[in-house]
């Protein structure tokens, strides 16, 4: 992978979280911080030769798996949740007032939640100049969840045409609820197997460990 695909990958990564750091800030940072826990391991344990590489390398693998992919899906779970609150009450609105911008204020009024406050950021910048389409454009850019991206580019094309878009917005919101069940469910099945896997590496590392040990003392 070239370094401008990479770079533009975890950048666009860092402005879905809305975290205020460039690409080098976070390149440098996970760099200076695996080289910390290379010597330290290297340097404290008899055995750090060995050990050293290996953690730094998972540790170099998981920084960004952990503090970025993680932290994605999470957000974009949680943005979806919040949907299934936001959307109907919007929906609503809009048949009422037929008016996209009036039925964004109805709701967010009403409804407090993650997803409310992205679309308070959506008037904040059409109070300060901007038009409705370009700040639901740049929301979109924030949103890390395709369902919700499908649902703005609707709501922008009725702000545009006028038309009816309950239908498209329910049929969203049927798939993200179906979408959240089926998470649930198999999270639900798969705890014991989590369990079952979280037991066997520690077994297995703690036996790496004590045959290292052997070998070395």
Known sequence: MSYKVRKNRIQNKLDLLEIKID???FFWFRIITTITFFLILLFVSKTGFIIAPIVSVVYYVLFEIVLLDM????RSKELEQDALEFFPLFTISLKSTGNVKKSLINTTNIIDNRLSKEFKKVLRDVKAGKSLE???????ERIPSKLINNMVISIMEANKSGNDISESLDLELSYIND????????????????????CFIFILLMLMILIVFKLYL
């Open 179 to 198: 979408k959240l069940k089926k998470a649930n469910i198999r999270r639900l099945k798969t705890i014991p197997f989590d369990l079952l896997f979280i």
């Open 23 to 25: 690409y080098k800030t």
């Open 71 to 74: 932290e994605l899906v999470k």
């Open 134 to 140: 370009e700040s639901l454009y740049l929301l979109n």
